[in-house]
């Protein structure tokens, strides 16, 4: 009989709907219900595509004697991560601070006043590796609620005292500078492997954020260490199995083998990851040319439109890293890896000869059971690029009649901000007006699905449905840094407008008025047990480093002074952690060199948006490199933006206008002045 679960939106929660668990979403009656029964709640927090949450469901939460002792002594609530990031940011510190390390599936037990006694992560059926089993757990947790109670409840509440006394402020650190972000740069390169061009360490996520960070410092400083250093991740992400080099897009992560070989990645593929990627690879390109930043961006790009795409238009969350491999067995990778036949029976005897030394597919397989992953393991594979297009072609054409991994559905508001304005910038760089449609159909999607008359967000959507969640920062800043995006590429400023009434927002009810410290969720968003608060960058940007982004831009468009005010303050905290853990605030130091620089404010006016002369002079100011350079595009005195008051024709001619710090060049008509100023 299916659980409280089963009218859930999330596809997280629904695949845990006819678990024997009796499940609760976290709402207000579970922790009544806790408190009636006089027992504690266990609290498991996971996301559809990650693995472990499935194995861990799989073993305890689908066994009936698991769930019946479950049901007996604990109310289960179970949260989707993706929905609730705030319970899963209180829950996650807290899984951190006891035990120094963290992940999902995250199980918490706490009282019924959601202060957490005992944590943890996965746990396996039988004690195993120096893990108690889950049942154990289970059973000394019992134990210790019903012998030990006023011992629980003294962990409980220092537990929660020390949490909510962990207050963050910008303090009076002031703005970053020129050395601030010179001693990022010196702790990046002590962090990097100069033979393999990855950071050190065994587990490899893709360093989006950094990259954004590096490339900006080049284009503002000039350093070539930096340049060089982003070419290098860069090369190594997209010659490994990181990159999906059949289908495009990225997997969540590597793992380097302890007995050498080539990376193992884990095969899930997020939403954040290929926009934040497509975005950085576009952006390469824009600075050296490089053909294969080119590819990867566009392959990635159309990834996303392929097999993210939602039938509304937005784009959903990710992909399973498991699939069936045909026998009705779910195995992690099982759609992207090949053998030796299958790469025969697909490209025929000669091209697959080819195709196993260009992508390192060997006898004895580089993965599980005699299969290989993908990868580039030598640069002088395929000469002919037109035949390694082919056999991409093939091989994904093949995989497709494989059966597929299983798709998270939902949108969230967020992460689709982040991939509208990766398509729009992708869309434009590389004369791809069926990307900035992708980005303009998610944008509507957003604002007529996602935002209310208030201009307040939701969360998620699923099935053209709004979900029950308000959305967070994040949320906030990433669909304004879309809309940003969209409104310099398609010089329609209603997204300006729509960015406006989003980061208008983060100042009433996301900033500290005094301090200006930024929360994660709103003054008026439900109580947790302490208000989430977390401006270091880890898988996407933070909320605190996205807003500051968000509100510089929206600054440098308009001339607001709250906002730019608000931008600096916030980037106080950049100041203070840049220098020691640059890879963890790279989108914060990225949003820095945006506001050393200026950032610059472009106006291109013409006759019209369709004019040739016009369109030329857009597109450079769109290529220009200089951080964070906002570009309003229009006719002479239109009321669509701001920066194209007062800039009239130059001589009857299209026009560019650039600014920064209060003081403007003279205009130009010239499409190789206005190059040569926006990369100055």
Same mark, same amino acid.
């Not at 025969?344 to 299969?371: M, N, P, S």
């Not at 109580?527 to 500051?548: C, E, K, M, V």
């Given at each position: ?32 219900? #806790? ?185 503002? #400083? ?218 303009? #159909? ?239």
């Amino acid at each position: 009989m299916p659980n409280r679960l089963a009218q859930a939106t999330s596809p997280y929660l629904l695949q845990h709907a006819d678990n024997p668990v009796d499940w609760w979403p976290w709402e207000t009656d579970a922790f009544e219900e #806790a408190r009636r029964r006089d027992v504690p709640v266990f609290l498991s927090v996971g996301y559809s595509a990650c693995h472990w949450c499935h194995v861990m469901a799989h073993e305890s939460f689908e066994d009936d004697d698991t769930a019946a002792y479950m049901n007996e002594h604990f109310v289960s609530v179970k949260v989707d991560r993706e929905e609730r990031p705030d319970v899963d940011a209180v829950y996650m510190e807290a899984v951190q601070a006891a035990t120094g390390q963290g992940g999902w599936p995250m199980s918490v037990w706490m009282t019924s006043d959601g202060e957490p006694f005992y944590f943890g992560t996965y746990f396996p059926p039988d004690a195993r590796h120096g893990m108690p089993s889950f049942r154990q757990v289970l059973e000394g947790v019992h134990n210790a609620w019903t012998s030990r109670r006023d011992e629980v409840g003294e962990v409980a509440g220092k537990i929660t005292r020390d949490l909510a006394a962990r207050e963050l402020s910008t303090g009076d650190t002031g703005t970053p500078t020129e050395e601030t972000q010179a001693l990022a740069l010196l702790q990046l390169t002590r962090d990097i492997d100069p033979a393999s061009g990855w950071f050190k360490g065994d587990t490899k996520f893709p360093p989006s954020m950094v990259i954004e960070f590096l490339l900006r410092h080049h284009a503002r #400083a000039g350093s070539v260490a930096a340049l060089e250093m982003a070419e290098g991740l860069c090369g190594a992400m997209a010659r490994s199995s990181l990159f999906d080099q059949a289908g495009g897009g990225f997997h969540r992560y590597v793992l380097t083998p302890r007995a050498g070989g080539p990376l193992v990645p884990h095969f899930e593929k997020m939403l954040y990851d290929n926009a934040l990627l497509c975005r950085v690879y576009a952006h390469l390109w824009r600075a050296t040319g490089s053909d294969l930043a080119r590819r990867v961006a566009l392959e990635t790009a159309d990834f996303m439109v392929r097999e993210l795409r939602t039938n509304e238009g937005g784009f959903a969350s990710a992909l399973d890293a498991d699939s069936d491999d045909g026998t009705g067995k779910h195995v992690e990778g099982a759609y992207y890896v090949w053998t030796p036949e299958q790469l025969r029976e697909v490209l025929g005897e000669q091209d697959a000869e080819l195709a196993a030394r260009h992508f390192g597919v060997t006898e004895e397989g580089t993965f599980e059971e005699g299969a290989s992953v993908l990868q580039l393991p030598v640069r002088d594979g395929f000469v002919d690029a037109g035949k390694a297009a082919s056999v991409r072609e093939r091989l994904l054409a093949a995989r497709s009649e494989r059966p597929a991994p299983g798709r998270d559905d939902k949108v969230v508001a967020a992460w689709n901000g982040l991939a509208i304005a990766a398509l729009a910038e992708t869309g434009a760089y590389f004369d791809r007006p069926d990307l900035v449609e992708a980005a303009v #159909a998610a944008a509507d999607l957003l604002v007529r699905l996602h935002l209310d008359e208030q201009a307040r967000l939701t969360r998620t959507s699923k099935d053209g449905h709004a979900g029950a969640n308000a959305g967070v920062l994040e949320d906030y800043a990433d669909v304004a840094e879309g809309f940003l995006a969209l409104a310099s590429v398609t010089g329609e400023g209603v997204w300006l407008e729509f960015a406006g009434f989003l980061v208008d927002h983060v100042l009433a009810r996301f900033t500290d008025p005094e301090s200006g410290s930024l929360y994660d969720t709103a003054a008026d968003a439900e109580r947790l047990i302490r208000r989430p608060q977390d401006p270091t960058d880890n898988a996407a940007p933070s909320g605190w480093s996205a807003a500051a982004g968000a509100l510089l831009g929206y600054a440098a468009h308009t001339g607001s002074e709250p906002h730019r005010t608000a931008a600096e303050k916030a980037l106080g905290v950049v100041k203070a952690l840049g220098p020691r853990v640059p890879r963890f605030i790279g989108w914060g130091l990225a949003v820095a060199e945006a506001a050393l620089d200026g950032p610059r404010e472009v106006a291109v006016v013409g006759p019209s948006l369709g004019d040739e002369g016009t369109r030329s002079l857009h597109r450079t100011a769109l290529l220009g490199t200089a951080p964070g350079a906002v570009v309003a595009v229009g006719v002479p005195e239109s009321e669509e933006f701001p920066l194209l008051s007062g800039r009239p024709l130059v001589g009857g001619e299209p026009a560019a206008y650039v600014c920064r710090n209060f003081t403007c060049d003279a205009p130009t008509t010239e499409v190789e002045r206005l190059r040569a100023v926006l990369s100055d």
